[in-house]
T-cell receptor
Framework: EAQVTQNPRYLITVTGKKLTVTCSQN?????MSWYRQDPGLGLRQIYY???????DKGDVPEGYKVSRKEKRNFPLILESPSPNQTSLYFC?????????????FGPGTRLTVT | TQLLEQSPQFLSIQEGENLTVYCNSS?????LQWYRQEPGEGPVLLVT?????EVKKLKRLTFQFGDARKDSSLHITAAQPGDTGLYLC??????????FGQGTELSVKP
């Protein structure tokens, strides 16, 4: 089954404790992206990757890091989480369809930073 | 900062009514996508439009891309309770970069 998986699904942590949210896709997509979703703000793009070893900042990259060492994996790293990073995080992968990148989303990771 | 304004933010209607959701921007988009999200799940793509003036239909849902590629609308005919969910529009800015509207929470009551 074609899918994007994220782990963990739920995470409660404390300020300053480094964490990694993993993302993996089995569709051989070149493009992957991370978003955060907050009430009233929709989804905001954090980072995206056009291919292995190619990453770019989205609209809200501060406080986050990513890496793309393999095509299927795109982990999101919070080196020193803060309470304002409490949010619902989605990973997505995409195939290019003409001018558009049609995204397949993972199930989400709900992160709480206390 | 490029923005995509989505309206209304909340919509509560009775089964059988029609509704329209709008996405507007001052920016030109290379593509415009609509997604639907249910609680506890990730968004699911409904449609992609890329040409100014393009109209696409998906059963009772009609999607339109503005002539200038700055705005889009989603029209649902004879809404059903199964249409309940969060509807999101997303505009393609540049290669790989997307911006999303704030979303429209639709509730269709039987």
């Amino acid at each position: 089954e074609a899918q994007v998986t994220q782990n963990p699904r739920y995470l409660i942590t404390v300020t300053g404790k480094k964490l990694t949210v993993t993302c993996s896709q089995n569709m051989n997509h070149e493009y992957m992206s991370w978003y955060r979703q907050d009430p009233g703000l929709g989804l905001r793009q954090i980072y995206y990757s056009m291919n292995v070893e190619v990453t770019d900042k989205g609209d809200v990259p501060e406080g986050y890091k990513v890496s793309r060492k393999e095509k299927r994996n795109f982990p999101l790293i919070l080196e020193s989480p803060s309470p304002n990073q409490t949010s619902l995080y989605f990973c997505a992968s995409s195939q290019r369809a003409g001018r558009a990148y049609e995204q397949y989303f993972g199930p989400g990771t709900r992160l709480t930073v206390t | 900062t490029q923005l995509l304004e989505q309206s209304p933010q909340f919509l509560s209607i009775q089964e059988g009514e029609n509704l329209t959701v709008y996405c507007n921007s001052s920016s030109v988009f290379s593509s415009l996508q609509w997604y639907r999200q249910e609680p506890g799940e990730g968004p699911v793509l409904l449609v992609t439009v890329v040409t100014g003036g393009e109209v696409k239909k998906l059963k009772r849902l009609t999607f339109q891309f503005g002539d200038a590629r700055k705005d889009s609308s989603l029209h649902i005919t004879a809404a059903q309770p199964g249409d309940t969910g969060l509807y999101l529009c997303a505009g393609g800015i540049s290669r790989g970069k997307l911006i999303f509207g704030q979303g429209t929470e639709l509730s269709v009551k039987p």
